[in-house]
């Protein structure tokens, strides 16, 4: 039970920040936001993403190597890999952090098409 309500948090705080920084995602990410995941019932991980695409917005698709990096745009933190979110076309910058890994930092652009990162992160020495 812990473990679900812990799930509905970080699904909740995705939902606020995606709220803050996009505007017009409330309503979608909301949705996200009141499904609990099936990673609290089963243990397993997912892929968690928002079902519809805001117009002007595209898909943003984060994973790394390894899962469970907690993903920082523009200095926000948003939710762990893998992930998918909305995000407005532009330029922003995203780091990846993972307990016993080098920071991942890049610049990345956001085209009026989906995009998609794949992360490998390096071991601290």
Do not use: W
């Amino acid at each position: 039970m812990k473990e679900s309500l812990e799930s509905f948090r970080r699904g909740l705080m995705v939902c606020l920040v995606s709220a803050i920084i996009f505007g017009s995602v409330l309503t979608i990410s909301a949705i996200f936001a009141l499904a609990p995941p099936a990673e609290a019932a089963t243990g397993a991980t997912v892929h968690r993403s928002v079902p519809a695409m805001p117009p002007g917005m595209q898909r943003v698709t984060v994973t790394s190597n390894p899962s469970g990096a907690t993903i920082y745009i523009d200095g926000i933190q948003l939710a762990r890999t893998p992930m998918s979110f909305p995000m407005p076309p532009g330029r922003y910058t995203l780091i990846l952090l993972a307990p016993g890994h080098q920071q991942y930092g890049r610049r990345i652009l956001v085209p009026n098409a989906p995009l998609e990162i794949d992360a490998n992160l390096i071991p601290n020495k």
